[in-house]
């Protein structure tokens, strides 16, 4: 705190120049973090998120920490899936899983609309902390309506999602209605985080690429253009699209009104600027490398940097989240490091 505000983060999105590539870590509050873990011995998952005091000194520990030069809103992508009348739970080394999950057009009826102010108050209580609190921007996110769906009609995690891409391909009535519900709740849910003060937002589809490009753009490309396009009407913060697994589907992805692509590590940057991508970058260090020996860690950095600054609008990131078994002190090197090797002065 009263430190000088460091909008590196937002200047990149931006395309402008920046002092240094701003980097911060997708699940960059979790439990490779001592501090977390001692939290979580007190609160289960949803408690730390109802209580804005701790979620919000969450959600700063790794700015502390690591001196990422964002923050990420602590929730989870089911958060705001709660009140609507999803009954999910996070469990221990699974992840959500739902005891209602959906199967009919009566189910989907059965779901509230979001109202933020109601239904999510702590959420906006602890944004409108952590703006005091916070020197860096501040990223709200939401998941994405396909990832949101999978879980809702699995019931958990999935490997395949065969039975998600069953229900999209035979109840198209169905499909589109749980499509636009969620659509709708994205949209109210970012909105709310905006308006109470999160200066960037990311959309995380996690699970999308288990479909194929033509898939994508038939069940899924209008539903998420509609949402970038009402963020964009409404709003005026950076909005960044990410999700695993989905090189093939860059090309959709290029077309949607997102500012930002988040690019998993299975595709290196310079391919994906030779697909004719001009958007701001965000990734895509292989999360497995923090637990390569620190030299080889180093230059696989140093390589993705290298192909993201190669133009303007680069974020340092993982191609996907930190995990329990990575150390604090090895990521506390590496952002040491792209600041270092970036530095302007
Ligand atoms: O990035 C951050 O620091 C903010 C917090 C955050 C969490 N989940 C906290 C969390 C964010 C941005 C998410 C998003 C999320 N949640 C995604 C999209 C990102 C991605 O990784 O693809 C997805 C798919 C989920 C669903 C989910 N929730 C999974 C797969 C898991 C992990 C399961 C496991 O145990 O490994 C969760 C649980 C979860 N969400 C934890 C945290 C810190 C760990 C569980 C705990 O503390 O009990």
Known sequence: MGKKFNDTFLK???????????????????????????????????EINENPEVCA???????EQLGVDAAILFADIMTP???????VDIVEGIGPVIDNPISSLQDIGKLKDLKPEEDVPYILDTIKLLRNQLDVPLIGFSGAPFTLASYLIEGGPSKGYHKTKGFMYSKPKEWQALMDKLAEVT??????????????????????GALSAE?????????????????????????????SGSSH??????????????????????KVRALGIDKPLQGNLDPSLLLAPFELLKERAKKVIDQGISRPGYIFNLGHGIFPSASVDTLKKLTDFVHDYTSKN
């Open 12 to 46: 990149a999105c931006r395309k402008e120049e920046v002092p240094h590539v701003p980097v911060w870590y997708m699940r960059q509050a979790g439990r490779y973090q001592p501090e977390y873990r001692a939290i979580r011995e007190k609160y289960s998952f949803f």
């Open 57 to 63: 000194e969450v959600t700063r520990l790794p700015v």
């Open 81 to 87: 899936l709660k009140p609507i009348g999803v009954h």
């Open 187 to 208: 949209v109210s849910y970012l909105q709310a985080q905006i308006h109470s003060g999160a200066q960037a937002v990311q959309v995380f589809d996690s699970w999308v």
């Open 215 to 243: 898939d994508y753009k038939e069940y899924i490309a209008p539903t998420m253009t509609r949402i970038f396009k009402t963020l964009k009407e409404n709003t005026n913060v950076p909005s960044i699209y990410f999700g």
């Open 249 to 270: 589907l860059l090309e959709e992805w290029n077309k949607l009104p997102a500012d930002v692509l988040s690019i998993d590590w299975r595709i290196s940057l310079d």
